[in-house]
């Protein structure tokens, strides 16, 4: 087992650097530069523009950029900003906080909402209850979360005319504001969310139940509460594991229009803004960041299966 | 079954119950009053929408407003324009209007004795020398670049002759010099953090201006608080600035942004709200909201790329011109976005603007859409491409970009022309513009004053003065002479004159580039906010001294 997570931890290294050659290697194929789009629209002439690329040493082949940047990641620096000139770290760890908040909120939202609502689809097979969750959880993939935010928006506007605070306050600092600025995108979110794990839910604890394992417990005439939850369920999580685990990873980076919808600070916006801006170093770095997180989430999951299935040994 | 019929019901409700207030018709009154003749109030917090964030701090190097939105009120200028008429200039730090010398080669300039920078230091000309050596001379070798160096090229020199006066030797006469010492950018700095860092205002603040710095949360807000020390003051004696402190609220989605001031979160977004943006405002705000609207320094222009075939014949860019009825689209397209008015390359109604009577005489300009049309279809002919076939470069920008490519598209479908709407992200967009691999494009200008010298730059020869600004790619030696003899004429009415010679060669006889509408800025804000003024741009006026919150 040790060598397995060692052996796992291990080859992070490489993926990440292939995805940091990847990133490097595409955002330069992409036409356009940061200079160009700095002083776009305004009577900027060329030898400032030239002036100015040279500085960032943008005029410099692409291999010696790249060498130049995998010299400052091997002394743990990520550079800085080519349009703020502050520090990446500076730049991502002001999102950070925000970002994993409205993660972790969206998750808790949408788990609390998916496994009881799958295992009672489950249960109550082909009743007018599980047609309703089913309704209720279709509703959820059909509509896109930044939708469903605006129209949380406009009706709470419309009906109190009170919309989710535009300023982000940090947990510690006052907890009230900073639920009332994340209450509402976790729930768009964690909305569509549960949607894609009650029918995981519902789906693998149907397949359990039909299980003999199951049909044995309930021959020894135990409760059918304690035959679902403690019989069926757990052997039923392991696939919705994975789904809300991925999801999790996904939702750290992946917000970007709900982010828009409810002026968030978060680390989607600002990587779509990186790429807008053509801000190398900061994407880069932002995509090496939600690389690790997927790395980390399936070397975490993976180890969460042991936890959740004794019969499974990683070698 | 039920599912399939649940969902759309309930998503059609939600929609439904959330249009029944933005259907209902606008009932605010205009209210363009900036003070209103009322006695302004002191102290509260204005919060305002800044819809991008500043890329550095340093307004010498940068060129967008979301810099000077929430970083102006931190800084004094040389001159500034009248918060109360933004037509005129008047002195900021600088003690009186310019002297300047019966050769019109020397601009002296006194300084007020008693600006303060932030940290208690006291202002003297070795602060504006150094402040317009950075902008005027950058010192490239220590990573310094200054964007309006061009616009200053006529200086020749910057002194200091004594602790209070500032002079400006010129190499000949410039008619725009005074008044683009007004230019916002041109932040009054430091001296002593020059010295010691030329670039150490891309990262902090320190001015003489209004407010001090209070902190920023970068994508998220900036506040400044009320500066004690601040030299200003009102007609009766008043120390400004009236407010307390400010908070810019960094909101770059635009219907964010509206519901930000509709939940009364921002009391106003100072750059410009659409028709529609205006019109949910004043129905959701019906009692609260006030609107003030004005032309804009700001035009999208139509460029063909004269270096490509058929773009290099005078006819083809003619036609292209012709086809496009701008005072129907003016009418038509002013419902939806942020363009109205019919000009040539100055702004209507601007003071170097042409009259409606000269202007009707260029091509494209006319107001028979039908006759002009037609005699589009025959250049077309007489050129050989009667059924032209182009790409159309634009941005992915919906406001007011989309609009305005469809309707040229559409205008010029109607002469038999087949545009295709390139739409690229503004950085591949820029790219295409830069390295010349487009046909026709839709590109833009904005600048912060009425001045030929600035709405001019971009017809300057693209090999020489125009060079990277001329996306037309056409060099041509006598409009050169021209846009330059423009610029050293004194004499603003025969100025005008000239300006008038330049829109006609260069929109109709060469038709190298063409305005299609100029746009038109509409502010709506909640009535507390008292004491601003809009301006026909969303550069200048925006360092809040005068501005104050009704209680």
């Known amino acids: 087992m040790r060598r397995y997570i060692v052996g796992r931890l291990l080859l992070m290294i490489p993926t990440l650097i292939g995805v940091a050659i990847l990133t490097f290697v595409i955002m330069r194929a992409v036409p356009g530069d940061i200079v160009a789009l700095r002083y776009a629209g305004s009577s900027v002439p060329q030898d400032v523009i030239d002036q100015k690329r040279h500085i960032l040493g943008l005029d410099k082949p692409m291999w010696a950029q790249f060498v130049d940047w995998m010299t400052s990641i091997s002394h743990l620096d990520l550079g800085q900003s080519l349009w703020t000139g502050h520090s990446v770290i500076d730049e991502v760890q002001v999102r950070v906080p925000l970002s994993i908040e409205l993660a972790v909120l969206a998750t808790l939202f949408a788990v609390a909402l998916a496994v009881p609502l799958g295992v009672v689809a489950a249960v109550k097979q082909d009743t007018w209850i599980d047609y309703a969750i089913r309704v209720f959880s279709i509703g959820g993939l059909a509509m896109p979360s930044f939708w469903i935010g605006i129209m949380m928006v406009l009706v709470t506007l419309t009906l109190w005319g009170w919309a989710p605070p535009v300023v982000f306050t940090p947990l510690f600092e006052d907890p009230v504001a900073n639920l009332a600025g994340l209450i509402l995108p976790a729930i768009a979110v964690g909305y569509r969310y549960s949607a894609v794990s009650m029918r995981m839910t519902r789906s693998t604890v149907l397949e359990v139940l039909r299980e003999d394992y199951v049909r044995t417990a309930r021959a020894k005439g135990l409760r059918e509460r304690i035959v679902v939850v403690r019989h069926a369920l757990r052997n039923a999580l392991l696939p919705v594991v994975t789904v809300v685990s991925l999801e999790f990873a996904f939702l750290i980076g992946g917000l970007v229009v709900t982010e828009q919808v409810f002026n968030l600070n978060g680390i989607g916006k600002l990587l779509v803004d990186a790429v807008a801006h053509r801000d190398y170093p900061l994407i880069q770095a932002l995509v090496l960041l939600l690389a690790a997180v997927f790395v980390i989430v399936n070397f975490v999951v993976d180890m969460i299966y042991v936890v959740l299935d004794p019969r499974i040994r990683y070698a | ?551």
């Open chain 2, 1 to 551: 079954m039920l599912r399939t019929r649940l969902a759309p019901v309930l998503a059609l409700a939600l929609v439904f119950s959330a249009c029944q207030q933005a259907a209902k018709p606008p009932t605010t009154t205009v209210s363009p009053s900036a003070a209103g003749g009322e006695k302004p109030v002191a102290g509260g917090t204005l919060t305002f929408v800044v819809n991008a964030e500043p890329p550095s701090f340093d307004g010498h190097r940068e060129t967008t407003f979301a810099l000077l939105h929430p970083i102006a009120p931190h800084y004094s200028l040389l001159y500034k324009f009248d918060p109360n008429d933004l037509t005129k200039v008047i002195p900021d730090v600088a003690a009186e209007q310019p002297t300047v010398s019966a050769d019109k080669m020397t601009v002296t300039i006194k300084l007020r004795q008693d600006v303060k920078f932030h940290d208690s230091t006291g202002m003297t000309s070795e602060d504006v020398k150094a402040t317009y050596d950075k902008i005027i001379f950058p010192d490239i070798a220590k990573g310094v670049t200054s964007p309006r160096a061009g616009a200053y090229a006529v200086v020749s020199a910057v002194n200091a002759p004594d602790k209070y006066t500032v002079e400006f030797k010129l190499k000949y006469p410039s008619a725009s010099f005074l008044t683009n010492l007004a230019s916002p950018w041109n932040f009054i700095y430091s001296a002593a953090k020059l010295k010691a860092d030329p670039r150490w205002y891309e990262k902090n603040i320190m001015g003489t201006g209004p407010f001090l710095y209070d902190g920023n949360t970068k994508g998220q807000d900036w506040k400044g608080k009320k500066n004690p020390d601040y030299f200003g003051k009102d007609k009766d004696g008043t120390k400004l600035p009236y407010l307390d402190a400010y908070k810019a609220l960094i909101i770059t989605d635009a219907n964010a942004g509206v519901t930000a001031i509709r939940s009364k979160q921002a009391m106003i977004e100072f750059r410009g709200f659409t028709p529609s943006q205006r019109n949910d405002l004043s129905a959701a705000l019906p009692n609260d909201l006030a609107i003030q609207e004005a032309p804009w320094i700001c035009v999208n222009y139509v460029v063909p790329n004269t270096t490509k075939k058929p773009f290099d014949d005078p006819r083809v860019r003619r036609a292209l011109s012709l086809a496009v009825d701008r005072w129907t689209g003016g009418d038509a397209l002013s419902k939806t976005t942020i363009v109205k008015d019919v000009g040539g390359l100055m702004r209507p109604k601007g003071p170097f603007a042409m009259s409606d009577t000269d202007l009707v005489k260029i091509a494209g300009f006319g107001k028979d859409g039908k006759a002009n049309k037609d005699a589009a279809k025959a250049l077309l002919v007489a050129a050989g491409v009667p059924n032209l076939t182009f790409k159309f470069l634009n941005r992915n920008i919906q406001t007011p970009y989309e609009p305005v490519a469809v309707y040229l598209i559409d205008q010029w479908k109607q002469v038999g022309i087949t545009a295709t709407h390139d739409v690229k992200e503004t950085s591949a967009y820029q790219a295409d513009l830069r390295a010349g691999t487009f046909e026709v494009a839709l590109d833009f200008n904005c600048d912060f004053l009425d001045e030929p010298d600035l709405q001019l730059a971009k017809f300057w020869s693209a090999s020489k003065a125009g060079k990277g600004l001329n996306f037309a790619y056409y060099d041509d030696t006598k409009l050169d002479g021209m846009i330059d003899a423009q610029s050293r004429e004194t004499d603003p009415a025969k100025r005008v004159t000239l300006v008038g010679n330049i829109e006609r060669y260069a929109m109709d006889e060469m038709a190298y580039q063409y305005p299609v509408l100029w746009w038109y800025r509409i502010i709506p804000y909640l009535k507390t906010v008292q004491g601003w003024k809009i301006g026909s741009n969303h550069y200048t006026n925006q360092d809040l001294t005068t501005v104050w919150l009704k209680k």
